[in-house]
């Protein structure tokens, strides 16, 4: 099962923007739908954004209320998923997660944003915006 590091959280205000990467422990090039989730204290694990196991950005699905504002890409090279996140607000404080899907769902390039679909967790990076 593949290994994952997040990294790349921090403190920031409100309108600025952060940089989150996630290290994967072996080649995930077409073998791995990756995606961000995050978990704000007292809710639910939330899917933010997931990309195809082949890469393709055309391919990438968002939760509504962070579509326009963050971008999931992949470095092949390296084996890494970065989360852009711009015009951070409040609302996007909370700990984000990288996972790994190598199922059904990701082959048959059925895009999930549901936390069941995805077997490979890293231990998160903790997001904070201020107003």
């Known amino acids: 099962q593949v290994r994952l590091k997040e990294s790349g959280g921090g403190s920031v205000e409100a309108g600025g923007s952060l940089t989150l990467s996630c290290a994967a422990s072996?080649?995930?090039?077409?073998?791995?739908?990756m995606a961000w989730f995050r978990q704000a204290p007292g809710k639910e694990r939330e899917g933010v954004a997931v990309?195809?196991?082949?890469?393709?950005?055309?391919?990438?699905m968002y939760a509504d209320s962070v579509k326009g504002r963050f971008t999931i890409s992949k470095d092949e090279a390296a084996d890494i998923v970065y989360l852009r996140m711009h015009r951070l607000n409040p609302a996007d404080t909370a700990m984000y997660y990288c996972?790994?899907?190598?199922?059904?769902?990701?082959?048959?390039?059925?895009?999930?944003?549901?936390?069941?679909?995805?077997?490979?967790w890293g231990q998160g990076t903790q997001v904070t915006v201020s107003s």
């Open positions: 996972a790994a899907s190598a199922g059904k769902k990701c082959y048959d390039d059925l895009l999930s944003l549901s936390a069941d679909d995805y077997t490979s």
């Open positions: 072996e080649n995930i090039y077409s073998t791995h739908c």
């Open positions: 990309l195809d196991r082949l890469n393709r950005p055309e391919a990438a």
